[in-house]
């Protein structure tokens, strides 16, 4: 079974709007955490926020902010005030477990941004 | 934040040749390096996990002998790709962890290698 599942394969956005990535998580574990990337054309994994499965608030970095629904298990994130830079493939992955570093990645989402 | 830098971004060899990738941690000691391949518009695929000073673990369906996997010290990792073929043409990517953050135990990647066997 897919431990992370990203159903949005690519999406397009118009400047200055709010984008909703979803992923959704599948872990029997009580601890984990949770990560999503932005990897640009350039290749580059750029690490953008976490949410661990023990924060009692949905984490933000900036302008983007991760939609926690632990009992809907899912980790959406959000991206407000699209930007032409925001144009790059996303990933939500997850950690299990605090015994070792192993991320296991979704599929990824391609947003576009339009001007 | 940590860096981690790889060399060469990207290679191009005859199928046949062996490639080496080097994955260097810049300003942390990197107790545990991974190794991931990603074709065009795919996800990462982890191929093997290596801890410093000790024999890397493949994922299942990876051919160690294939992608050798060296973790020789705490700032470097690398790997070989011996005797390349054209579908082992791919964008080869590192991470390391082993800095303090022990809250979300993030991997910090490097930029990755693109490699082209002709």
């Known amino acids: 079974a897919q431990k992370i599942t990203q159903t949005q394969p690519g999406m397009f956005v118009q400047e200055k709007e709010a984008v909703t990535l979803d992923c959704t998580y599948d872990?029997?574990?009580?601890?984990?955490?949770l990560f999503w990337y932005k990897q640009p054309s350039s290749g580059e994994m750029i690490f953008l926020i976490y949410?661990?499965?023990?924060?009692?608030q949905n984490a933000t970095e900036g302008r983007y902010s991760l939609n926690f629904q632990k009992a809907r298990k899912s980790a959406n994130l959000v991206i407000s005030a699209s930007q032409l830079g925001d144009s790059a493939m996303y990933f939500c992955?997850?950690?299990?477990?605090?015994?070792?570093?192993?991320?296991?990645f979704g599929a990824g989402t391609t947003v576009t941004v339009r001007a | 934040g940590a860096v981690v830098s790889q060399h060469p971004s990207r290679v191009i060899c005859k199928s046949g040749t062996s490639v080496k990738i080097e994955c260097r941690s810049l300003?942390?000691?990197?107790?545990?390096m991974f190794w991931y391949r990603q074709f065009p518009k795919q996800s990462l695929m982890l191929m093997a996990t290596?801890?410093?000073?000790?024999?890397?673990?493949?994922e299942q369906g990876v051919e160690k002998d294939k992608f050798l996997i060296n973790h020789a010290s705490l700032t470097l990792s690398t790997l070989t790709v011996t005797s390349a073929h054209p579908e082992d043409s791919s964008f080869y990517i590192c991470?390391?962890?082993?800095?303090?953050?022990?809250?979300?135990?993030?991997?910090?990647f490097g930029p990755g290698t693109r490699l082209t066997v002709t």
């Open positions: 290596s801890n410093e000073g000790s024999k890397a673990t493949y």
């Open positions: 991470s390391a962890t082993g800095t303090g953050d022990r809250r979300t135990y993030e991997q910090y």
């Open positions: 872990t029997s574990d009580p601890s984990y955490g």
């Open positions: 300003d942390f000691q990197a107790t545990t």
């Open positions: 992955a997850m950690r299990e477990g605090f015994n070792d570093y192993k991320l296991s």
């Open positions: 949410q661990g499965s023990y924060d009692q």
